[in-house]
Nanobody, 127 residues
Framework: QVQLVEAGGGLVQAGGSLSLSCTAS????????MAWFRQAPGKEREFVAT????????YYADSVKGRFTIARDKAKNMVFLLMNSLKPEDTAVYYC????????????????????WGRGTQVTVSS
């Protein structure tokens, strides 16, 4: 059974930092694109960041560019989201996602382009 499990969420003051991790099990995603999405209360789930299957390419939503960094550890089947200069509008449940396809293009930003999802971790940024 494939599972993606997020960790690292919590409560932080505006301007602070948090690091999220996602651990995959049940199959290897070392050659699959992975991503982070988020969903704020009353809003649709939105793209945050993605990393290509080889780790060479990353792509970010404009709202987080320059503040967030996505990274992966292929050997450990993990992906990370390093979040700096957090703002109250970053408050959301953050989800890890992975594609079933091995390899692929530079980046994928659509919800329907990902096949596996974690249950999410809550990030709350207080003002």
């Amino acid at each position: 059974q494939v599972q993606l499990v997020e960790a690292g969420g919590g409560l932080v003051q505006a301007g602070g930092s948090l690091s999220l991790s996602c651990t995959a099990s049940g199959r290897s995603f070392s050659n699959n694109a992975m991503a982070w999405f988020r969903q704020a209360p009353g809003k649709e789930r939105e793209f945050v960041a993605t990393i290509s299957w080889n780790g060479v390419y990353t792509y970010y939503a404009d709202s987080v560019k320059g503040r967030f960094t996505i990274a992966r550890d292929k050997a450990k089947n993990m992906v990370f989201l390093l979040m700096n200069s957090l703002k109250p509008e970053d408050t959301a449940v953050y989800y890890c996602a992975a594609r079933a396809q091995i390899g692929g293009s530079y980046y994928y930003t659509g919800l329907d382009e990902y096949d596996y999802w974690g249950r999410g971790t809550q990030v709350t940024v207080s003002s």
